[in-house]
């Protein structure tokens, strides 16, 4: 069924951040104090559908993130969906190009955009046809989803046609996967939630009791305290959850290559699954030195999170440097770039555990790994699952009680944010944030700086 | 001799754009029209003193970056001058850090606005001890130098160790060396100006005469139109300079990396000495790929203009992918990560030949080139030169009768601009921006783009 003529009329920007600092979410050794935020696009049009697009940041730079919105957003303005939709690998190639390229191409805050922008594009797509993002997409043709990828420096290693035929061998079975997630069974759920550095042994001990009893078995934590700090927390943690526990920790980028290998070594009797961020996002090589490593060691590596786009995915795949692709679902440039991954990642036999950790992250990756698991590898992968904030958005992600993500039935992305929210924190005019607590938060730049005063 | 006590007060940033698409300077086949744009970013301190840096961008999202420098310059103001130099690369790192670091570690928008803040403090330290920037350098001891950088993520190819051993080596031949450089002897120049696209073929062959007059031999060519129009072009380009001039081709990121490799190979009885950018700048696999595929055919590899830290060029080095190194003097976060790339480069031997393609990059990197020569690599090397808009600085790059870049002697980074030119040139404010024609130019969210309508 072909969507009905709509045009995009016009668009709204709007910085929202949630002081998640106050209760210690979002701290790791690199950030001492994250506030949850996005930049929030909403592209309205002439049918009185509204297309939602956001992409996250931690605070402070989300007005950056904003600025780069409003810099791209003007460009579908007048447009009819249909003429955006009719190719959306050219569309995203299209809003990828011109000026803005220069300062950064497919990178940072401009691809943080760009994602925001094909986000709203797709939101208001799967809207029009009154579907979940997910079901849009397990409904399109091998042809229509290779159609949405922009495949420019992907063909060393993965070509359409190639594509093309592996989407084609899973077409038989996908109804059947189609079923699965109707019935929720599509997507298993780990926890991080328990494992933020801010919080006592006491609150993390209480976490993984609470989430064991809703049936997780994975278990993520945050680590990089120091060898003796880390090894008395993770080794409770590992009397907690027992051996049948599966344990990740991740370092977000703390160390150099060589002291990742060192330190991971003295944690090996723990059984860790893998190490997470051990160093620069940037460091493909580094990676694979780390992983070639810790393999004798049963411990393996992952990274994603930072990844900005499908060409350092590529390489990571190439040197054969990741145990689990942790795509995230803003960092790359919408569905469109996050079907390429899931491609190659199909392609190289690297499962894809997307990052989720942060508000808003769960309701988009939940379509993300049902898309992997009912269009692209046809296998069963596990989605991050944290708790904090999904009573903020119109179509919340939820889990079930036996630890499955809740298949999202809303049409849409999942990306619209309740308005009540924007009244307490939109920034800098929502009440908290006109606070005196809030006002102090703002106007302290080292916010989060390991070393400085903070407030 | 110290510097005496100087505080920072307070800062004005701006937004300062060229209208260089008027000239066709700046075109590429990824960019049809390029505006050269600075985040303007000046410190004001109690001593009278302005220190002044700046990024540079292309036109379109030129206030993203002015943006995301209002959000990192803050962090300095009331901070004294010697408290940020006394441990420069710690500095570097202490702006790399906070919330802000979530969005894009080190990479795009964020990057360019920390080289902006941090080009501010070492043009202010050089004009505080009244010394031209690379002299400043040049007068460091090996130890103050490694106090500069910050090696997080280096050590596996780099420790501060080996780098005083590498500084300690040069010591010795130093003095001969500033006193070369006094003499405007230290960087020869190459030649781009005669290579945008947007040239006819009678304008390239009068620019290519009257560089040769004045002494260049070497000579950069965007090329990428298809083969039969390349070689048309690159072929009488060769007829013009002769068997002794030197070519290089630049096609900005156009191919993928099989493409490139069987691309090039059809241009090798032109006798290139490399191919720049063939493709992704994050692909350093494939430019690997590409330079060992076209060594045969005697045509080397090129990148670095969009080349975001020292994680990226320390792996383009450790996978042989380069035959120069082309940082850019804005894309680095400022001299600090300038600093550690050309230790790395001179440590695997391969020549640094900055990308100096745009407003005011000439003026910054003869002072980067200068510190190569003089304090690192201990060789000369080629530095590009590209004649426009020079006249709008207050410490303008030239060159002399015999084809070399003259040596600043200003204090500072040559960062400042000349006053009137805001007056003309501020977008959205300046005389040029509000005039017709500048408005057309600033209401047109496609500009540059190929294949899309611009006006």
Known sequence: MAPKEITITGFTVRDLRWPTSLDNIGTDPMNLAGENSFGYL?????????????????????????????????RFVGRTLSSLTANMGQTQRKISSGQIRFMSPERGVLQLATNAVLNAVWDLWAKA???????????????????????????????????????RAQEGT???????????????????????????????????????????????LKAGLGLEADRKRLGFVREVVGDEGILMVDV?????????????????????????????????????????????????????EHINNRVMFKQLLQAEALDAVQLDACRL???????????????????????????????L????STIDFVVVSGKKSILEYTDHLHEAFEAPAAITPDGFHVTPT?????????????????????????????????????????GEQTS
């Open 129 to 167: 046809e009154a579907k979940p993002l997910w079901r849009l997409v397990a409904d399109f043709t091998p042809e229509e989803v290779v159609r949405a990828i922009d495949f420019r420096y992907l063909s060393d290693v993965l070509t359409p046609e190639q594509a093309l035929e592996m989407l």
């Open 42 to 74: 909403q592209y309205q049009t002439d049918a009185g559908l509204v297309g939602t697009g956001w992409s996250f940041a931690n605070g402070q730079g989300n007005d950056v993130l904003c600025t780069a919105i409003r810099s791209l957003a003007p």
């Open 252 to 304: 977000n980028q703390l160390w150099d290559v060589d002291e990742a290998i060192e330190y991971m070594k003295h944690l090996a009797d723990l059984k860790l699954w893998f190490i997470e961020e051990p160093t620069s996002p940037d460091d493909i090589l580094g990676h694979a030195k780390i992983r070639a490593a810790l393999k004798p060691y049963g411990i393996g590596v992952a990274t994603g």
């Open 174 to 220: 996908k109804a059947e996967r189609i079923r699965l997630a109707l019935e929720n069974k599509a997507v298993p759920a780990y926890n991080t939630s328990a494992g933020w550095l801010g919080h006592s042994d006491e609150k993390v001990r209480e976490l993984l009791k609470s989430a064991m009893s809703q049936g997780f078995r994975h278990f993520k």
């Open 333 to 363: 440039a919408s569905v469109n770039e996050i079907l390429s991954v899931l491609l190659m990642s199909a392609k190289f036999g690297v499962p894809v555990v997307p990052h989720s950790g942060g508000a808003g992250m769960v309701e």
């Open 410 to 450: 809303a049409p849409g992305y999942s990306c619209d944010v309740k308005e009540a929210e924007f009244g307490k924190f939109e920034c800098p005019s929502g009440t908290f944030w006109q606070s005196e607590i809030g006002q102090k938060m703002l106007n302290d730049p080292w916010r989060g700086v390991p």
């Open 365 to 368: 990756c939940s379509h993300v």
